[in-house]
């Protein structure tokens, strides 16, 4: 009996470990970052580079911190997404632009509208790495206390938005 | 001809090394200190290089501020703290032991003991295999089956 049994068991073992495997996103690194403060940073804004924002203007609001280039593809595929959010007027939207020129970064939010409240620039990427940044597009969802409590990896989809986005930010907005 | 792409490929040999980084440093020490994190940080990008390896953009920025610590008198672990503070665990080619990289570290012990207890088990139940009792009837019969053989 327990000759047909144990290869039976060792399939189901193997089967099971494969499923799981195929679920598995090893793209997505799980942040350190999550529920820790956020890096502190004071950038240039792209479209008044003689202003500077730094995380201490945004405290008391709850914020999307969205790292976006003009040289991302999935960017593109994301760009729609955020725009329809930004409608909503849910929470702030900053914009990371990471990496880019700032004259193709003004001339794609001119093509495809602009969601965000506000970019800052990071030509050099070093704000990128305060933040874990490895995969372009990522958003962060900050609290009003400053602290990261979400981080997506890759493009947001309208689904994100519904289930995880918007049911976040408003328990977020509740928060003091 | 033989000359002629001699000297095109030593020309093109100029193009191939225009995109190899310059670092200089203060002492054989620091350059080994960044030799030794560069290839012992994983690019994130391309997660089966180390930054040392890997041509992505993030490699190269994770150079740089590697390069940039150690200029400032930062020691090793200040900077496998600063990346791993960052990037994780798994930044790391060679992460602590602790309770969530446990597996990690088990996992291939784990597999050397259910290999060698399996091998146990095989071999002692081949052992029972071989030694087979034969009753006293049925070697009665063995006995008459071989005699009958013989007289035929």
Known sequence: MLKYILPLLLFIVLAVF???GLNLHPNEIPSPLINKSAPAFSAPKLQAPSEKLSQTDLKGKV???NVWASWCASCRSEHPVLNQLAQQKAAIIVGLN???EPEAAKGWLEQLGNPYDVSIMDQDGRIGIDWGVYGVPETFVVDKQGVIRYKHTGPVTSEDVQQTFLPLIAKLQAEN | MKRLS????LVLSGIACAGVEYREFANP???EAYENLTS????LVCQNQTIADSNAELAADL?????????QGKSKQDIAQFMTDRYGDFVLYNPPFKLKTGLLWMGPVVFLLIGLIAVFLFTRRKKTATTVEISAEKQQKIRSLLEKGDQS
């Open chain 1, 18 to 20: 494969l499923a799981l």
């Open chain 1, 98 to 100: 990471y990496k880019d």
């Open chain 2, 29 to 31: 020490e620091q350059q």
């Open chain 1, 63 to 65: 914020w999307l911190f």
């Open chain 2, 40 to 43: 012992e940080l994983r690019c």
């Open chain 2, 6 to 9: 001699i000297i095109l490929l």
């Open chain 2, 63 to 71: 150079r740089r501020q590697v390069y940039e610590m150690l200029q």
